[in-house]
């Protein structure tokens, strides 16, 4: 083995991992900060031997903690225009080792943008799943968001090269922050072609959102804050209203803002305890993650609620609930 190789097999990071870094790091000119997360000591040359070692395997949220073992190549403020509506910004986090995989679009919440959550995005795609982070109107009106990303999904489920040829257009995810959770809840209602959701510490708003709920037939996992620190607004309609198929943790000692990741703009507020706020971030991209990889693989919320159980079991998530 030659001696860069050798060193870098000493410091516990894999070539492929040093990539994703570097490749994350570097795009348009400028760096991003994200978690200094190390890499998973998994091997796989692909998201389908990945896939089948995971499920061999009893699952634990707690790996997903790790930085996944592939690659990602990011493309930033690609334009995927819709038949009919706007034009929708999207930074695209592709596996590297993927021919075909199933991909996750994360939306962001109020005040926010796709920049938020372009750790989330990555860290899917290190896992196997392509990420897509999305700009939509950040002050709403939510229920006519979550109609574009209805049209969106079925854009890109009809003609996956609108984005990316590797897409499986069959593996659609959909994943909201806050309100943005209301915008993908109406997506799934209005009947976009997505196997599932992920709502991170959703918050409801619009007169419609009942009615949207109870019509969603796909599974839906609720990732909240500390409802004791942070009870964000309407959180429970989410619970209540879908009528089967979804389970719902809290994380302890979150707050509504960790469900993403600051941006320069937003790191400002987090300089009283950044230790603390990237660690319950952490917490929320290890659910999501497990949450995600679960619906892709097998259609449904079992992968992510059995990998939740030792983090109930030690405080670290509460609430369980399911139905």
Not at 9 to 32: D, E, M, Q
Not at 54 to 65: E, G, I, M
Not at 208 to 225: F, M, S, Y
Request: with cysteine; aromatic share 8%; net charge neutral.
């Amino acid at each position: 083995m030659p001696a860069a190789a050798a060193a870098i097999a000493r410091s516990g990071f894999s070539i492929s991992a040093l990539l994703l870094i570097a490749l994350t790091a570097h795009s348009g000119g400028c760096a991003r900060r994200f978690p200094a997360t190390e890499v998973t000591p998994i091997n796989a040359a692909n998201p389908a031997e990945l896939q089948r070692y995971l499920l061999s395997r009893k699952p634990d949220v707690a790996q997903f903690r790790l930085r996944g073992p592939f690659a990602v190549i990011e493309r930033r403020d690609l334009e995927i225009p819709l038949v009919s509506g706007p034009t929708v910004e999207a930074d695209l986090y592709l596996c590297a080792a993927a021919r075909k995989a199933p991909l996750v679009i994360v939306l962001h919440g109020l005040d926010n943008s796709k920049a938020d959550h372009a750790f989330q995005a990555m860290h899917l795609a290190s896992w196997g799943l392509h990420g897509m982070a999305i700009d939509l109107p950040n002050r709403g009106p939510w229920i006519a968001n979550g109609r574009t990303l209805a049209a969106l999904v079925d854009a890109v489920h009809r003609s996956p090269q609108l984005v990316d040829g590797r897409i499986d257009a069959d593996k659609i995810i959909l994943a909201g922050h806050s309100f943005g959770a209301t915008a993908v809840a109406t997506a799934l209602g209005e009947g976009a072609p997505a196997v599932g959701g992920v709502l991170l510490d959703p918050a409801g708003i619009g007169r419609q959102l009942p009615q949207l709920l109870k019509r969603i037939t796909v599974p839906v996992v609720v990732i909240g804050a500390d409802e004791d620190i942070w009870p964000a607004r309407n959180r429970g309609q989410f619970y209540r209203f879908i009528p089967a198929g979804v389970g719902e943790i809290s994380i302890r000692d979150t707050v509504h803002k960790d469900a993403q990741y600051p941006n320069e703009r937003t790191l400002r507020a987090f300089q009283d305890s950044p230790d603390d706020t990237e660690e319950a971030q952490i917490a929320f991209v290890s659910a999501l993650t497990a949450s995600a990889f679960g619906l892709a693989a097998t259609g449904g919320i079992d992968y992510a609620w059995n990998s939740f159980e030792n983090a109930v079991k030690n405080g670290i998530f509460f609430n369980a609930r399911r139905k």
